[in-house]
């Protein structure tokens, strides 16, 4: 079998797996099982805990002890264990731990398939994209999945808006159920990848504090730095959207005409209108390997950080507009598209080859590990219940906070990213 037709699959398990249950997470707990903000927090932090520790394993692991394609295999088949045990777990502290150990063997395996695809791809600029572009639409296609069982099976008929919200927070048990099996399917499939053996590197220095000497240097450093508040601006997006979402579709003004005609298409829970977002980076990700031969990376990620500002300056100020919405949750597309696909091709760039699947680690500790922990933490416990007026979320206030940080991101990446940087090119 052709190598990109196998690598293109395994990016849309990868996604699909996370993208299952990522997105309802939020209203699932407080919904359904009743936790409270601060709970919630401490739940999405312990998760994120994975990624903090997955660089010293993972990356070690694989640049240096084990097949990547084995050391992923082994993850997803006992992810997909974990997960199917927070489909059914109703105690806090249950699933706290449940999702702290879910996150160390899940979260090393996003950066883990970039440096499997780059490690066998001739042309990383033009192949790359058309391939983790498969990861955007197995998160689609999950999502609209997963919108539509909400609809059909778990929306009841001639209820009221209280009862219709309690069945779908219950239903959402179901995307937890669909990711485990996706888990497994990705388990299997691993072993059927093409090899990828770690390194031969005589020095057997440990790779992780390889990839820190490396990574200290311009523009990297640069980088990874405003890449944390840049997270703690993301975590805000998938805290709170789908929530904010379910309460805009359940609303009197989206029962009618366009909103309804949108919830007809990618069901109800706010997950499936959240794949509006990842629908926008298809054609995002199709674009950039043209453009990042004439515009510079810096210019690519100063964009983004734009993008992330203007979402949620959409969703403070005309938050009440299921079209303006919808607009902020397109915007998506470019957010992820023009920082963070751009962000780990830099990484890749940047480093030497015995130490990127490290160094595609430790992006990743600061994107989904240190940035998730303190935007959980941020997002729901502190500026979250700082925005709750009662039992409703003033949506003004919750969004306007992440805005600003992400203009403070623009100013910095203008300031500090140097110039005439190397621009992305064919190798």
């Known amino acids: 079998m052709n190598l990109k037709p196998r690598l293109s699959f395994m990016m ?3 996604y699909g797996i996370w993208g299952a249950w990522l997105p309802l997470l939020y209203p699932f707990l407080m919904g359904h099982r009743g936790f409270s903000l601060d709970q919630v927090g401490m739940i999405m ?3 994120a805990v ?5 660089p010293f394993l993972a ?5 240096r002890w084990l097949a990547t394609e084995k050391f992923l295999a082994f993850c997803h088949i006992i992810g997909a264990g974990l997960v199917w045990m927070l489909a059914t777990t109703a105690d806090y502290s249950s699933f706290l731990w449940l999702s702290l150990l879910y996150g160390l063997v899940y979260a090393p395996t996003l950066a883990l398939t970039n440096s499997l695809a780059f490690h066998h791809l001739e042309d990383r600029d033009r192949d790359f994209g058309p391939i983790r572009l498969w990861g955007t639409i197995g998160w689609i296609a999950v999502g609209i999945g997963v919108g539509q069982w909400l609809l059909h099976m778990h929306t009841p008929a001639d209820a009221t808006a209280e009862l219709i919200a309690a069945a779908q927070d219950a239903g959402r048990a179901d995307a937890f159920k669909l990711s485990a099996i996706l888990g497994v399917i990705m388990g299997l499939y691993c072993f059927t990848l093409p090899h990828t053996p770690p390194s031969k590197s005589p020095a057997k220095k440990n790779a992780t504090f390889e990839a820190l000497g490396e990574i200290r240097m311009q523009p990297l450093i640069t980088l990874f730095l405003v890449s944390v508040p840049l997270s703690v601006i993301h975590q805000f997006y998938f805290v709170h959207t789908s929530q904010f979402l379910s309460v805009l579709q359940r609303s009197d003004a989206a029962a009618e005409g366009f909103a309804n005609s949108i919830n007809s298409v990618l069901g109800v829970g706010g997950g499936g209108l959240m794949t509006i977002g990842q629908m926008m980076e298809i054609p995002v990700l199709a674009i950039i390997p043209f453009i990042a031969k004439k515009v510079s990376r810096k210019s690519l990620l100063t964009f983004g950080l734009v993008a992330y500002a203007a979402r949620m300056a959409l969703f403070a100020y005309v938050g009440d507009s299921m079209a303006a919405v919808l607009l902020g949750v397109a915007l998506h597309g470019l957010c992820f598209g023009c920082f963070i696909f751009v962000a780990f091709m830099v990484v890749d760039e940047q480093t030497t080859d015995d130490v990127r699947a490290s160094a595609q680690n430790l992006y990743n500790l600061v994107i989904i590990g240190i940035g998730i922990i303190v935007g959980s933490w ?11 007026e009662g039992d409703v979320m003033n949506y003004t206030k919750l969004f306007s906070v992440p805005m600003w940080m992400a203009l403070a991101c623009v100013v910095f990446m203008l300031a500090f990213y140097p110039r005439g940087e190397r621009k992305i090119t064919l190798q």
């Open 59 to 63: 990356g070690q692991v694989a640049d």
């Open 12 to 14: 849309f398990l990868q």
């Open 378 to 388: 941020f997002a729901a416990n502190i500026v979250g219940n700082w925005a709750m």
């Open 45 to 47: 932090a312990a998760g």
């Open 50 to 54: 994975g990624a903090i520790l997955g």
